[in-house]
Structure formats: C-alpha cells, structure tokens
C-alpha cells in the first residue's frame, strides 16, 4: 500500500474515534496532512470531522517527507513522531503552519486524531482504589496561609510522599500508591497542593490570577511534612513535583530521607504559552492536550486519556500558573549542587517519550550530586505514574527496595 494511501486509511480510523469527534465539537477549520506533494484534508464542519474534497483550502497545514510520516505510521512511532505536540514543537523534519489561535483551538482534536492513527496492543490494568484512606489536613504555611488540604494514604512502613505534576492533583500516583508491594514496606501518602484537585484555594482568597513560586511551593510541602507526616520523608515527584523534591532536598535535608526525582527538569524553559489561559481557547482541553502529547504511544490508551482527563478538571489559569514556577523559574543546577547525595541519596528516572525533561537533563543534573542515579525508561512518557503505572513500577520496585534495605 502507498504511504498517501495509509494515510488515508489511518486517518479515517482516527477522526472516526469518538474522542476525536468529542474535540470536534465547535471546530469549524480545514487541517492538510502533507506526504511530500500529496496532501490529504480534513474538514472540521458543524463539529463533525470529515475527509474534504481534494483542493479544499487548509487553515493548518502538517507536512513532512514520506521518511518521516512513514515514522507516525509506525505500529509504535519513535519519540517526536508520536503525536502532534512532539512534531510541532519539536521534530525538524515536519512543518506545522496557520495561524496561532486556530491551532491552539484545534490542539485537543489534534492530539486525539495522533492518538488514534494506530491501537496500542497493551489494555490498561485496573488499580485496586480500596487501599486508600483521604481525608482533609487543615495546614498552617509559614507565612500564616492557612487551608484544607486533601491527602490521600496507603500502605505501612517508612513514610514516602508523592508530589504531582503541575495543573493536576494525587490522582496521578493511584497506580503506584495502591500497589501491594510497595505497600507492605511503605506507608504511601499524596496531597493536593492548595488550588489543585479537591484542595481549595486557602482561605481568604481574592479570585486574583494564580502565580506559583519556589519559595510558596517549597512552604506549603514543609508544612504539610511538619504538621502532617511529622517526620522526614522519602520523596517521589515528577515534573514539577521532581523540581521541588530536590529544591527540599537542597533547603531541608532533615525532613527528607532520599529522592526519586520521575522526569525531572534542568531548565524547562517555554513551556508557557499565551492560550494555556484564554478566553477563546478552552483550557481544559488545551492543558489536557499538550499532556498527551508527551506520553508514550505504548502506553495503554485508557490510562493516557485518564492522564489528560485530570488536567481537563483543572481550575482555569492553575496549569499556566505552576508553571510560572516550573518553566519560568526553576533552576536545577543550583539546586543539584547543593544537594549532600552522601545524607540524600537522589533517583533519577527519565522517560524517552518526554520531550519536556530529557535524559540529558537527567543525566546532568545527577552530576552535580554525589550517588545520584540516572534510570531510563526507553517505553515512557512525562506521566510515567499516570499513564503505564505497571511498566513505571517495574523499574520502582528495586529503587525503594534498596532504599528500605
């Protein structure tokens, strides 16, 4: 079969997948898919995805080589050609024009078009969600802020806490916080940062627009380990969570007993863009987007579309503020540096499929620290937790069993 032809049939299979017609709704524009001179468009009309006549004109155009498409048609496409966030942003070999906002509004059909062009084989493994305990915390910060915090706990043993990604809540660790193994040696806890998931602003909000930073974050997870674990901690963060897991390994190394640092950042710098919050861009599907386009195509379909499902319950402006701390401020090298790896030892586990954090950040930042570790993970995305809990665990296992041994 000619590659135009796969295309065709691909592509016919993917705007047909209810989630694609689900992010259709309200589109009313013409996406080319370009293989060298030949193009194929898809019409997006009255909210139902159609295959359009040949010479319909294109508001976005995506076009590549046959070498290159013959990638994205792979049975599972290599990082960068597996979906459209990866080839827009960061594959040389594709050109994505048309205007700005027309794109942004268009990202979440995008994304699940990508997603359909070929099944994953894996099914996704059910997580067992009776062996945890949630309940509020009422949390004094530093600076006198005071909230209701939603935790959530299971599993006895030495205290590890998950922190979760920007945008999204604890939701993200189910996988690996129900897990029976772990679950005998360790006693598993996450919290809902204030703003995210069921934890509510702190009292006394004034509905301003929301702007997380370093010295915040690091308060809010001081006082939730004093006043709530009240002991040291081992800490599991990714992303953003990773960056303030080594920022507390850096600043208060009594309160932590060792670091699994999942995707963690150098310097994640434009991350941030102006139609994450904006009036004619719906933010949960653009948030819940750019989450799909950095996840693994191997990773089970139903746990990748729960991953985006968290960032599309997020508050409006939540995600683009976090990352006013993670992609605007974070530093890692200053951080790494001061971390003693000989009282903190530091894990690091890195996905391929992320093209946010990448192995060459992981790998330099582990060295600027004395035994840190650096683990890949060739069949992972950015939400390893999330999106492949079982793959994720294969590599976890031994990292915590050295830990408690």
């Known amino acids: 079969m000619a590659l135009i032809d796969l295309l065709r049939e691909r592509l016919t299979q993917a705007i047909a997948a209810p989630e694609a017609a689900s992010f259709a709704r309200g589109l009313d524009l013409a996406i080319a898919f370009g293989i060298d001179d030949a193009t194929i468009t898809v019409h997006c009309r009255a909210g139902v995805p159609v295959l359009a006549a040949a010479g319909t004109p294109a508001d976005i ?3 590549g080589p046959a070498s290159a498409w013959g990638e994205v048609l792979a049975p599972c496409p290599p990082p960068t050609y597996h979906s459209f966030s990866s080839i827009q942003l960061r594959n040389p070999n594709f050109a994505v024009t048309g205007d700005d906002l027309a794109i942004a509004q268009a990202r979440a059909f995008l994304e699940a078009v990508f997603a359909n062009l070929a099944k994953p084989p894996f099914a996704r493994v059910a997580v067992d969600l009776s062996r945890l305990t949630g309940r509020y915390h009422r949390v004094r910060s530093a600076d006198g802020q005071i909230a209701d915090i939603y935790a959530e706990t299971a599993g006895q043993g030495a205290p590890l806490l998950c922190l979760h990604t920007a945008g999204a809540d604890t939701r993200q660790f189910h996988g690996v916080m129900c897990d029976p193994e772990l679950g005998r040696s360790w006693t598993l806890t996450g919290f809902d940062l204030p703003h995210h998931g069921r934890s509510m602003p702190p009292a006394g909000w004034d509905g301003g627009v929301y702007r997380l930073d370093q010295a915040t974050y690091l308060d809010w997870c001081v006082s939730f380990i004093e006043q709530v674990i009240g002991q040291p901690v081992g800490l599991i963060g990714c992303s953003m969570g990773a960056g303030i897991a080594l920022a507390l390994a850096a600043e208060r190394p009594d309160l932590v007993t060792a670091v699994i640092a999942l995707e963690a950042p150098l310097r994640p710098r434009g991350r941030r863009n102006r139609f994450l919050t904006h009036a004619q861009v719906n933010g949960g599907w ?15 379909a139903e746990d990748r579309r729960r991953a985006a499902w968290i960032y599309s319950q997020s508050a409006p402006g939540i995600y683009d503020g976090d990352l006013a701390f993670y992609s ?19 894990h690091f586990l890195i996905g391929h499929y992320d093209f946010s954090a990448t192995v060459s950040d992981a790998t330099a930042l582990a060295e600027w620290i004395d035994g840190a570790t650096v683990t890949e993970m060739p069949e992972l995305g950015h939400f390893p937790m999330t999106e492949n809990p079982p793959k994720l665990l294969e590599y976890l296992r031994p990292i915590l069993a050295a830990l408690r041994a």
Do not use: Q
């Open 286 to 300: 653009h948030s819940a987007a750019y989450v799909r386009g950095l996840m693994s195509p191997s990773s089970p």
């Open 61 to 63: 155009k995506l076009t």
């Open 328 to 346: 605007d401020e974070f530093d890692g090298e200053p951080i790494a540096r001061r971390i003693d790896g000989r009282r903190t030892p530091v």
